[in-house]
């Protein structure tokens, strides 16, 4: 008889039957767009309608997906309304610059993520996860959304900076919270796109936080070239002094420099962050899945001590890893828009439409997947993967946009749920109910309160 127990079905929203009226959207998207999406969203390739910005179209299908983000991907710019929530923050990083500017920039950062460089960024991780632990007492309650960030960003500071971030992390934590609770949200008024001049509150509250994280950016490019000067050739030769060297007539602009900076410092850690997060909360709900998983790290780390190994050897650490990405992908939105229209397969995408592939859909569709609110990491085992189209999971994007840091995050979250599932195990406490909230990143309102015991 078969005792495996069901599926856990983690918590989301539950797809709205009625259509919500302008006011109503307009509510909900500043509170929290995972809760927009009706039923035809998780049933549907496409919808295609007109919303209260213009043409509004969603794309579903793996195939028109691809035609917009790869084969067709000349004809498919930033769309304005995610400009306007992301540039204000990010101004020209490698997540909003267009055109000659994002050129620039992606060529100036491939050599950082190579997989040779990606490979000696393995043992810095690692170090930063071992000293991390340690501060974990036996049986305390932490509340582990808050852990990963400053988890993640020791990692980011250790690998990409040497160290060397000018800041404190624990103001760190608190402002990036502030920021995406601020500025990461959307604003009706560019919803409704109306004109740059009109002010957006959610700017203006969130400029405190904005002006601190350009503050640790100007500090770390001016420590950085006080060390190169001083010392050229014993200046580490990472991601900053990558980009540092990359400045100049033919290449980045300063003001570039500190664009992709604030990208990495901010974006680039909030992500494997969150995706961390959400991995811990589903294996302490679903502790079925976790004791396979408990073994295998086990297994690895007793004979086999260089971690750039570890993601080839470790195929169920992955997959658990790969099923949170599916269920609270980091990005739940990449948002487009046409330079001229077109028709695909019938479709016809008219101008100034915005066109969305969502992540958080596409990951729950009925007609792309089984079960598709479980959590269930056999997915992503080796003998399924063939199963999974490339364009019907998409936690890093797709096309000559995808994330350049897919590798080094994948790299970066199985060392860290390595040594955190090695030395601990997280349960979750009374006061664990998080609720997924898009703010630029899908986070866990409420936090991930756990409590942390000593295997």
Not at 179 to 188: H, I, K, N
Not at 299 to 306: G, K, M, Q, W
Not at 414 to 431: G, H, K, N, Y
Request: one cysteine or more.
């Amino acid at each position: 008889m078969d005792t495996k127990p069901a599926p856990f079905v983690p918590p989301a929203p539950k797809p709205r039957t009625v259509p919500p009226s302008t006011l109503e959207m307009m509510r909900i998207v500043y509170r929290n767009p995972l809760e927009l999406w009706g039923e035809p969203s998780y049933n549907e390739p496409w919808i295609s309608v007109n919303g209260i910005g213009g043409p509004l179209v969603v794309a579903n299908d793996p195939a028109l997906i691809r035609h917009v983000l790869v084969d067709n991907a000349r004809n498919y710019k930033m769309a304005t309304v995610r400009q306007k929530i992301l540039r204000p923050i990010l101004r020209d990083g490698l997540l909003t610059a267009e055109g000659e500017v994002w050129k620039r920039s992606r060529k100036a950062m491939a050599p950082v993520f190579t997989p040779r460089h990606i490979f000696g960024f393995a043992a810095p991780m690692l170090k930063r996860t071992v000293e991390f632990v340690e501060r974990y007492q036996d049986g305390v309650v932490s509340d582990i959304a808050h852990d990963m960030t400053m988890l993640t960003y020791d990692i980011l500071a250790e690998t990409l900076f040497s160290g060397e971030i000018a800041g404190e992390p624990g103001s760190f934590a608190k402002e990036i919270d502030r920021l995406f609770e601020t500025m990461g949200r959307v604003d009706p008024l560019d919803l409704l796109r109306a004109p740059d001049w009109l002010p957006r509150l959610t700017r203006i509250r969130g400029r405190k936080a904005l002006a601190y994280f350009r503050n640790i950016v100007t500090n770390t490019v001016a420590m950085r070239e006080q060390r190169l000067k001083r010392d050229p050739d014993g200046a580490p030769q990472d991601f900053l002094t990558l980009l540092l060297k990359a400045e100049g007539p033919d290449g980045l602009t300063r003001a570039e420099v500190e664009d992709n900076i604030i990208t990495f410092i901010g974006a680039g850690h909030e992500t494997t962050a969150r995706a961390l997060g959400w991995t811990l909360y589903c294996l302490a709900e679903a502790p079925w899945e976790r004791e396979p998983v408990e073994a295998e790290i086990d297994a690895v780390l007793a004979h086999e001590p260089d971690p750039t190994k570890w993601l080839d050897l470790m195929p169920l650490t992955r997959a658990v890893f790969e099923e949170a990405l599916r269920l609270y992908p980091p990005a739940p939105s990449i948002n487009r828009e046409p330079i001229e229209p077109e028709t695909f397969n019938g479709l016809y995408i008219p101008p100034r439409a915005a066109v969305l592939v969502m992540p958080w859909v596409v990951h729950r569709h009925r007609k792309l997947w089984d079960r598709p609110d479980a959590f269930l990491p056999e997915r992503f085992h080796p003998a399924n993967r063939d199963r999974i189209d490339r364009f019907q999971y998409l936690p890093f994007g797709a096309g000559p946009r995808v994330c350049i840091g897919a590798s080094f995050a994948m790299q970066e979250a199985i060392i860290a749920l390595a040594i955190l599932l090695s030395r601990f195990r997280f349960d979750t406490v009374a006061e664990t109910k998080p609720w997924p909230v898009q703010k630029l990143t899908t986070q866990p309102q409420g936090g991930l309160p756990m409590r942390v015991t000593r295997r």
